[in-house]
């Protein structure tokens, strides 16, 4: 036993009566105790151990192909009131969520090991931290969240006799489908992953402390927990400024977070910082501006579709202490899924451990296989990540995945005015596989899955929060995908991207005009730095001033189309909704009109 903290005691000492694991074994952090988990998992099978060249201190972990992914159709927000959760969550009753633990939870853990993590979102110490205690009995849960967050105990020492930290219980049962079950239960600070072995779902740090209790806490002490990355702009005098981004899946926020800038501003001395890929905590301090931190210690990354080309960041950050799911393992002891080359190996197994062949069109790796992998590992990671203060946010950004809708950028009018802009955040489907292509499905902020609350009351605390800061940073919205009647991307992307991120920069600064639209201000084309961009949106049709002032245009037909759809989701929050919003959206709408 790590401590003497009585309520720590306590909760380890019920979880343990629940479940009758066969013993307990509190995690100290070290190395020790750490490699000899790992060398647990792999007489098990849990694990496999990787080329340890190549991959030095790599491993991999197969998980049951029934549960590959996040659940959402089973994660429940459980309030005394259904108000409380919103009509954006599925809510279940505390009282029902407790019988639903004990029901599935006990006994289930007979002749197994209960380990019990203790953790810090954040650095240990820092005032924006939060501390929690995750008992689970997966060795595999265990080794990532000793990469995704700090535990040991350190954590228990600075928690101290402090009975304020997050309840946590997870367990594999037999990963019935069925009765699997994510749960919150916000008033109590508790959460429950049942019959999961996916990451997402069970590493509880995550989505399920660091967003949906995380909003809640935010909610009720005056801060923001947000579905953001963090990335700093360093220009060639040395000077760093901050920006916080929402971007809904498959828009690119990862590559956005780890950019690297084009050659000619990497010449001029321009660098991109990485503080965090995905989650922020964003408290105003005494100065009133918004200061951010990245609760995690790691990445936990969608491996296809990154490579060298797309994020050689990402990708170098896996080099080493990374656990890999769901990927495909090679002959040599080393990994691949799809995007990371054309070089597929054959004569090897897929993610589900069966005999694969490229040739037959079938996927080597799932479609969601990750990496868990060490921030400290990212060639670009800021000094200032870990830095217990936070760091000091100018702007922040929304974005999508639009065909014409939105332009490739623009401003809010003010802080109500980008809570707006943040409110009617969408995207637009992309593949058959996910339904219909060019679905417009709204995602507030990039929370909806993850608001452990009343949306309209997550809107009205962004209103509040903001009104309340003197300096608050300046909120923008990004659109990387329009494409022209072909289908054809209008925009570079990537590292092209660098090139808006210093336009919102220079606004932030005052340092260039914009003209003031139906929508928020856009952009002078001429404002844009295109030195050195060679982009041909198909072959014999460069990149040029024409085509970027083409998509720095309103176009009032599409918008309007749009509003039907806000109209539709506002309707769905309905009465929490908050009037400034309807207003918002009223003024827009008759702008159009005109």
Not at 65 to 70: E, G, K, L, Y
Not at 94 to 106: I, N, S
Not at 168 to 175: A, S
Not at 180 to 187: A, E, L, V, W
Request: glycine share 10%.
């Amino acid at each position: 036993m790590l401590t003497k903290n009585q309520a720590v005691i306590d909760f380890v000492n019920e979880s343990a009566a629940l479940c009758c694991p066969d013993q307990v074994v509190w995690i100290d952090g070290s190395e020790e105790q750490l490699e000899q988990l790992r060398q647990e998992a792999i007489a098990t099978g849990e694990i496999i151990k990787l080329n340890q060249e190549k991959l030095p201190n790599c491993y991999y972990h197969r998980s049951d192909v029934n549960d590959v992914a996040r659940v959402e159709a089973r994660t429940f927000i459980c309030t005394d009131d259904p108000y409380d959760a919103g009509p954006t969550n599925n809510w279940m009753s505390p009282e029902d969520a407790y019988k639903v633990r004990d029901e599935v939870l006990g006994g289930s853990m007979k002749g197994r090991t209960m380990y019990v993590i203790p953790y810090s979102m954040g650095p240990v110490g820092s005032p924006f931290s939060k501390i929690g205690i995750e008992m689970t009995d997966s060795i595999y849960v265990v080794l990532n969240m000793a990469i995704m967050t700090r535990v040991g105990k350190e954590v228990l020492d600075c928690l101290g006799d402090d009975a304020d930290f997050i309840h946590g219980l997870h367990g594999k049962c037999d990963l019935d489908p069925e009765k699997r079950y994510i749960i919150q239960i916000p008033k109590d600070n508790v959460i429950l992953s049942i019959n999961s072995g996916y990451g997402g779902n069970l590493l509880q740090g995550k989505k399920c402390f660091a967003l949906r209790i995380a909003s809640c806490l935010g909610r009720e002490e005056g801060w923001l927990a947000e579905h953001m990355l963090i990335l700093g702009v360093e220009s060639p005098d040395g000077q760093v400024r901050y920006i916080a981004g929402a971007f809904p899946s498959a828009c690119g926020k990862t590559n956005l977070a780890m950019l690297i800038p084009p050659e000619i501003y990497r010449d001029k001395g321009y660098k991109i910082w990485t503080v965090g890929d995905d989650i922020a905590w964003i408290r105003v301090k005494e100065d009133g501006r918004f200061y951010a931190v990245n609760p995690e210690a790691g990445f936990f990354g969608v491996a296809p579709g990154t490579n060298a080309k797309s994020n050689p960041n990402a990708l170098a950050s896996t080099q080493e202490g990374t656990i890999f799911t769901n990927v495909v393992v090679k002959e040599d002891g080393t990994v691949w899924w799809e995007g990371l080359d054309k070089n597929p190996p054959t004569g090897v197994c897929n993610w589900k451990g069966e005999p694969w062949d490229p040739a037959d069109g079938s996927k080597g790796a799932h479609p969601n296989s990750r990496f868990t992998a060490p921030a400290r590992n990212c060639p670009c990671i800021s000094p200032e990540w870990e830095n217990p203060e936070g760091v000091p946010l100018s702007a922040i950004i929304f974005g999508g995945r639009r065909r014409k809708t939105a332009p490739l950028v623009y401003q809010s009018r003010d802080w109500q005015h980008g809570v707006f802009v943040g409110s009617i955040m969408a995207s637009e489907t992309t593949a058959a596989a996910t339904g219909a292509v060019g679905v417009v499905r709204r995602d507030p902020m990039a929370m909806l899955p993850f608001c452990g609350y009343n949306m309209g009351d997550y809107f009205a605390h962004w209103l509040k929060v903001g009104k309340g800061a003197a300096n608050p940073p300046k909120i923008f919205n990004v659109n990387w995908f329009r494409l022209d009647d072909e289908g054809h991307f209008l925009w570079p992307g990537f590292g092209d991207n660098f090139r808006v991120l210093e336009w919102i920069l220079k606004r932030c600064e005052g340092e260039v005009g914009a003209r003031e639209t139906e929508i928020g201000f856009l952009p002078y084309a001429e404002d844009i730095d295109m030195e050195g961009l060679n982009y041909q949106v198909c072959e014999g049709q460069p990149f040029t001033r024409d085509t970027l002032a083409s998509i720095l245009q309103v176009e009032p037909e599409y918008w309007l189309e749009d509003i039907a759809g806000i109209h539709q989701f506002y309707d769905k929050i309905g009465a929490s909704m908050p009037q400034e919003l309807l207003d918002e959206l009223a003024a827009m709408e008759e702008r159009l009109k005109k």
